[in-house]
């Protein structure tokens, strides 16, 4: 395997790295910003590959958030991008509901174990959905909802589809709902299914954490619609019609986001050292997972 | 492997099965009853073997209920138990801590996920715990909370130990919580890892599903304390001292009763039909859990 090329400090490098590729798929979490902390050079990293013409699309498996709240994020950053170059987990979920499984209505409808993110993104692409945020669901379970599942009288029956994100008001009641909806045959589809979510510069458990209950009560794993899967590549390929060989993913996450440019068969990966992995986790003897090149942080590209 | 043999409409079978037994270790959910409903006849069946003399323990994976929660259970079912012949994950997990790990106090703290069978069995051995059903950790989390978490000015610095049982309540707070303290090192039970709770003639999120997002955020699997447990069989012994040639472990689940009848060399195990489990998953070509005999429902061995 070829070793990652070490950019930081290397104008010339840069400059040869950058004309490889017409247009760079971003990470954002661990790349652009930890939490509301932005990195050094961010926003002029972003305009200086705008300036040069390339084209930048913001992929992220966060699903609490939509492509309107992440625009918002955006803005108060101060990096310039549009929602139109957003492409979040729960959008890429939204739009394999709507455009690829195309179950037919009533029953497409959604059961939700996710956040605010979700529910807008299925909105938007006019998908049916149940859960979420909905309060009727933010209480303890009670005995009568034991048997008001088991015999399904709780349940709606045009639900064909049970999607699991990030959920930061997970509960037993939401579980179990979920669970008799997969007993009952429920299509079972996931954001992300990333385990861990870096927060407050510590880790928490991520959306794959939050379903990982689910999994186990039905004895099976979700299709993820995030990175690394391709789903989401294939998405957002039919979206921007990019050229793969000329396109880069940049990312901090090795088994997320690289994995995912590699699996894509992208014409390069840039990690950058600001999020989970640390450079000797693809330096070493035996890593599965490694980037074209790496630097310490995006802003480097600034040379 | 032999095939196991079915009982059910065979009184000289059920007579000459019987007969090989002095004692009966009997699984509760899924083979007594379904929630709150009775599965015919088990009344009678448990006062037969009683009048045979039979010794009967009642051993479950269930850790929401102490045994003395059990023994009203029983009362309120009409079966003829004591709260002696119940031993329950929790006691077992709780028996484990206080006299096999032994850590030296003050560092002998349990943070609890799970209900309040766990904790009146922790108090019942003197073992010192928090989290549990205390209410403070009955809420949404809160952005500080993420703040206080990773700082670890949130956490006890007692708790050397994280017990996960099933936990109706469970919710990102105390998995994050849970999360924390084994990323600080604190060591990792479960009272036991069923990934289903037979409820209302239905499956429903178990101890290990409830658990499972846990072991996903830290990437290990906690020691478990109940059926298959061999340490689970070595407490019971401990307590009955039992002849294990002359004792039948009786459940509905192969994974987890059977299984531990297996492991633990008993005489016998006797599978019903009315839980977890179908026949044809132990008649199947290549099943690896197949009991030695097995019937329709519990009350079939009143012939």
Redesign the interface.
């Known amino acids: 395997m070829t070793p990652p090329k070490y950019l930081t400090g290397d104008k010339a490098g840069i400059d040869e790295f950058l004309s490889r590729f017409d247009v760079f798929l971003f990470d954002c979490d661990g790349v652009l910003w930890s939490g509301d902390y932005l990195f050094p050079k961010v926003a002029e990293t972003i305009d200086m590959l705008r300036s040069k013409g390339k084209q930048l699309v913001f992929v992220t498996n966060n699903s609490t958030k939509s492509r309107a709240d992440y625009k918002k994020k955006f803005d108060k950053m101060g990096i310039t991008a549009s929602e139109e170059e957003v492409f979040g987990s729960s959008y890429s979920a939204a739009v394999y509901v709507a455009r690829i499984l195309k179950l037919p209505a009533p029953k497409n409808k959604v059961f939700v174990l996710g956040e605010t993110g979700i529910e807008q993104e299925l909105k938007s692409e006019g998908v049916p959905y149940v859960g979420g945020t909905d309060p009727a669901f933010r209480r303890?379970?009670e005995?009568e909802d034991?048997?008001n599942?088991?015999?399904g009288s709780a349940l709606d029956p045009d639900v064909g589809i049970v999607l699991i994100g990030l959920?930061?008001?997970?509960?037993?009641l939401k579980?179990?709902t979920a669970?008799?909806y997969l007993?009952r045959g429920a299509l079972f589809l996931a954001t992300n299914t990333d385990?861990?979510l870096p927060?407050?510069?510590?880790?928490?458990?991520?959306a794959?954490?939050?379903?990982?209950?689910?999994?186990?009560?039905v004895?099976k794993d979700p299709l993820s619609l995030g990175k690394p899967s391709q789903a989401m590549m294939d998405a957002i390929e039919g979206r921007f019609h990019f050229d793969r060989s000329r396109t880069c993913m940049v990312g901090d996450r090795l088994n997320t986001d690289i994995q995912f440019g590699i699996d894509g068969k992208l014409g390069g990966t840039l990690a950058v050292l600001t999020g989970v992995n640390k450079k000797e986790d693809f330096l070493a003897e035996g890593a599965t997972t490694v980037p074209m090149a790496y630097m310490d942080q995006l802003g480097d590209l600034m040379g």
């Not at 959920?167 to 037993?172: I, S």
């Not at 407050?200 to 991520?206: E, I, K, R, V």
């Open positions: 303890d379970i005995p034991f048997t599942l088991a015999n959920d930061f008001h997970v509960n037993y579980m179990a669970h008799q007993q385990s861990t927060m407050a510069q510590s880790l928490f458990p991520g794959g954490s939050a379903g990982a209950g689910v999994s186990k009560a004895g």
